[in-house]
């Protein structure tokens, strides 16, 4: 089974970054890896994912101001938030699942390894 560990949330205001980091163990060479979301009293949206052939996906919400990265030696999985803004504020996750999912949450939510979940708070 996979673990996940994420950390880099915080409080930032509007137009500033942050960089979001999750460390992974366990057998996920199989596994895209992607980034969740959920703002307070609403569901989980996806953010962005990573294949282990490079390729990446974007919801239109943060498509280039968003960037997904992984370091495959450090088996680590990043992104880096840029131009942020208030509406980006939720519980950020990090998700271990079966590629083909590609960003369908309530298949990853059902059947993916997820963290526990990081704070991003973007103030105006």
């Known amino acids: 089974e996979v673990q996940l560990l994420e950390c880099g949330g915080g409080l930032v205001q509007a137009g500033g970054s942050l960089r979001l980091s999750c460390a992974a163990s366990?057998?996920?060479?199989?596994?895209?890896m992607g980034w969740f979301r959920q703002a307070p009293g609403k569901g989980y949206e996806a953010v962005s994912c990573?294949?282990?052939?490079?390729?990446?996906s974007y919801s239109n919400s943060v498509k280039g101001r968003f960037t997904i990265s992984i370091d495959n030696a450090k088996n680590a999985v990043f992104l880096q938030m840029n131009s942020l803004k208030p509406e980006d504020t939720a519980v950020y996750y990090c998700?271990?699942?079966?590629?083909?999912?590609?960003?369908?949450?309530?298949?990853?939510?059902?059947?993916?390894?997820w963290g526990q979940g990081t704070q991003v708070t973007v103030s105006s």
């Open positions: 366990g057998g996920w060479d199989d596994y895209a």
């Open positions: 990573i294949r282990r052939d490079g390729s990446t």
């Open positions: 998700a271990a699942y079966p590629a083909y999912f590609d960003l369908d949450v309530s298949k990853i939510t059902d059947f993916g390894s």
